[in-house]
């Protein structure tokens, strides 16, 4: 009898046990609480658009560069985005290249599409130089002196990728940020509360004809 009960006791205790790893692993993966803009820590703030939630998989601070007008946001994340289509996904890359003037360039697009992948793209900062730039030097010979002289070996990177078995889900989107910078960033967010000469130049396109990208 005691055999039995020790037992059955066991056994409530190995299932106590799963149940509770199921749950701590639900809790930390599957089910994680979408956040929204304000709910975002202050780098991801300063750099993510506004208009989405956010499910965050991993989120690390790297420290700040210190030179003169050096980015005030340095992060290496993981996350999900309430985005489901490839229109979706531009739009979110111009709001975030507007709200920080990074200029991302496509490091690899797949062309498979359709059975499980909608949309999968890398994209580097334009002032990397990084086995892609490599590629495309050899793609756009005539191009490549332009490039390097913009070449400051930054590692900024994003990895974007939407595929078809998440689109059920409430976020979608899975977007791998590396926003370290090690430049200042081209397009100033000038706000100014007077007008200054700076919001001057800037705002005449014949002093700063608009950048092409
Ligand atoms: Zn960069």
Known sequence: MTSSNDNLS?????????QHRLKSRTDTTSRPTPRTYDQLPQYLRQVLPDNYTYIIKSYKEIELEKF???????????FYVNIASTEAIEEWRSAF??????????TRADKVKGIKVIYHKDFHC?????????YMQKTYAQKAGQRRS????????????L????????HPCEIHL??????????LNITPQTPSIASMIYT????FPPLSF
């Not at 290249?97 to 496509?106: D, L, S, W």
């Open 10 to 18: 066991s056994k409530l205790e190995l299932q106590k046990r799963l």
């Open 68 to 78: 003169e007008g050096a980015p005030t946001a340095a992060f290496d994340s993981t």
């Open 97 to 106: 290249h507007n709200k920080t003037g990074t200029v991302f360039r496509i």
């Open 126 to 134: 334009r002032h990397a130089d990084i086995a892609a730039i490599k």
């Open 150 to 161: 913009r070449n400051t070996n930054c590692q900024c990177l994003a990895k974007i990728r």
């Open 163 to 170: 595929e078809k078995s998440r689109l059920n889900l409430s």
């Open 178 to 187: 590396l926003y370290n910078h090690n430049h200042p960033l081209e397009t």
């Open 204 to 207: 005449n396109p014949l002093l």
